[in-house]
């Protein structure tokens, strides 16, 4: 009888348990959401977090998104707390290209990995930058660039603030096989009065710091380095377009989840984010900070961050970048 009673009690127990998982699924999200950041207050990967998470306590009439900002080491900080944690859909991540790219290749011994450690729901913001020049530089298209860097190797510098701006160049000059001079920085707020001065001659720059002083005549606007022109920056062609075809630089910002979420948490976390981005007024809101809004399915977006670490991890070489 004993025995009888322990193989009853074993067969009933994972159905227990498979009963309790259906339910709190079904009732998710029951409790506050931790939206992490790993970037400080005001850059553009909080402010599209800020925008999600808002748009998301809008949809359930309630406090269900909490951005917390975990800065350090390019992302590294806040992406490893979020590898590490619970895999419930109680924690998410707003990844992006560094993060979830570069970093894999940057770092010798990256503390998470970008495709194993995590399950891709959706991108939710497109960054395109803009290839900018100072007045005194004597090109107006990127055809006449490559030529006068091919004439004159090394001579021409570009600044650039960050790993991916930095890396944009890399795999410019790359591609166009020219040699320029780079210039870092540690911020855009450094970097565009070095080219608006005329000190360094050219940038890779976000459209949003970028695009004022081009249409104020301070800087000359070559191309963007999108697959197709921005929305906000029509008349600008694409680097691809104006003579470097098969070139595109774009930071993605995408909710990433730990590894092992449950399917139905993450395909309810993606129709409601794809709900919210694919908005008339957010995608309005993302235009003015010089983002595009960019929605897909869990799969797709999966197939771009492992297409992007391959794509980054060669550009990383051919550089030589390391992290500090």
Same mark, same amino acid.
Not at 70 to 91: H, K, L, N, P, W
Not at 250 to 277: C, H, K, M, S
Not at 280 to 304: D, M
């Given at each position: 009888?004993?025995?009888? #009673?322990?193989?009853?009690?074993?067969?009933?127990?994972?159905?227990?348990?498979?009963?309790?998982?259906?339910?709190?699924?079904?009732?998710?999200?029951?409790?506050?959401?931790?939206?992490?950041?790993?970037?400080?207050?005001?850059?553009?990967?909080?402010?599209?977090?800020?925008?999600?998470?808002?748009?998301?306590?809008?949809?359930?009439? #309630?406090?269900?998104?909490?951005?917390?900002?975990?800065?350090?080491?390019?992302?590294?900080?806040?992406?490893?707390?979020?590898?590490?944690?619970?895999?419930?859909?109680?924690?998410?991540?707003?990844?992006?290209?560094?993060?979830?790219?570069?970093?894999?290749?940057?770092?010798?011994?990256?503390?998470?990995?970008?495709?194993?450690?995590?399950?891709?729901?959706?991108?939710?913001?497109?960054?395109?930058?803009?290839?900018?020049?100072?007045?005194?530089?004597?090109?107006?298209?990127?055809?006449?660039?490559?030529?006068?860097?091919?004439?004159?190797?090394?001579?021409?510098?570009? /600044?650039?603030?960050?790993?991916?701006?930095?890396?944009?160049?890399?795999?410019?000059?790359?591609?166009?096989?020219?040699?320029?001079?780079?210039?870092?920085?540690?911020?855009?707020?450094?970097?565009?009065?070095?080219?608006?001065?005329?000190?360094?001659?050219?940038?890779?720059?976000?459209?949003?710091?970028?695009?004022?002083?081009?249409?104020?005549?301070?800087?000359?606007?070559?191309?963007?380095?999108?697959?197709?022109?921005?929305?906000?920056?029509?008349?600008?062609?694409?680097?691809?377009?104006?003579?470097?075809?098969?070139?595109?630089?774009? /930071?993605?910002?995408?909710?990433?989840?730990?590894?092992?979420?449950?399917?139905?948490?993450?395909?309810?976390?993606?129709?409601?984010?794809?709900?919210?981005?694919?908005?008339?007024?957010?995608?309005?809101?993302?235009?003015?900070?010089? /983002?595009?809004?960019?929605?897909?399915?869990?799969?797709?977006?999966?197939?771009?961050?492992?297409?992007?670490?391959?794509?980054?991890?060669?550009?990383?070489?051919?550089?030589?970048?390391?992290?500090?």
């Amino acid at each position: 009888m004993n025995a009888v #009673r322990a193989v009853l009690a074993s067969a009933v127990l994972p159905l227990a348990f498979s009963g309790l998982a259906v339910a709190q699924v079904k009732d998710y999200p029951a409790r506050q959401i931790r939206f992490i950041v790993p970037f400080p207050p005001g850059g553009a990967t909080d402010v599209v977090t800020r925008v999600v998470a808002q748009k998301m306590n809008d949809q359930y009439k #309630r406090q269900v998104a909490m951005v917390d900002n975990r800065a350090g080491a390019g992302g590294v900080v806040g992406s490893e707390i979020a590898a590490r944690a619970a895999a419930d859909g109680y924690t998410l991540v707003m990844g992006t290209t560094g993060t979830h790219a570069i970093n894999a290749s940057l770092y010798a011994k990256p503390s998470y990995d970008p495709v194993k450690d995590f399950v891709a729901i959706t991108p939710a913001a497109l960054l395109p930058n803009m290839l900018v020049a100072h007045p005194s530089v004597p090109v107006k298209n990127v055809r006449e660039l490559i030529a006068l860097a091919r004439a004159r190797p090394g001579d021409l510098s570009y /600044a650039s603030s960050g790993n991916f701006l930095y890396l944009s160049g890399a795999l410019f000059t790359s591609m166009a096989k020219v040699k320029m001079l780079h210039v870092p920085f540690k911020g855009g707020a450094q970097a565009m009065p070095a080219v608006v001065s005329g000190e360094v001659g050219l940038s890779f720059a976000t459209i949003v710091s970028s695009l004022p002083l081009v249409e104020a005549g301070k800087l000359r606007g070559l191309a963007v380095t999108s697959a197709k022109r921005f929305p906000s920056a029509m008349s600008y062609p694409t680097v691809a377009e104006s003579g470097l075809p098969g070139y595109e630089a774009v /930071a993605w910002y995408g909710v990433f989840a730990p590894a092992g979420t449950p399917r139905e948490i993450v395909q309810q976390l993606n129709t409601d984010i794809v709900r919210i981005v694919n908005s008339p007024e957010v995608r309005e809101l993302f235009l003015k900070q010089g /983002a595009e809004s960019y929605a897909t399915t869990p799969e797709e977006f999966a197939k771009v961050v492992q297409s992007d670490v391959a794509k980054w991890a060669k550009v990383v070489k051919a550089s030589g970048a390391k992290a500090d």
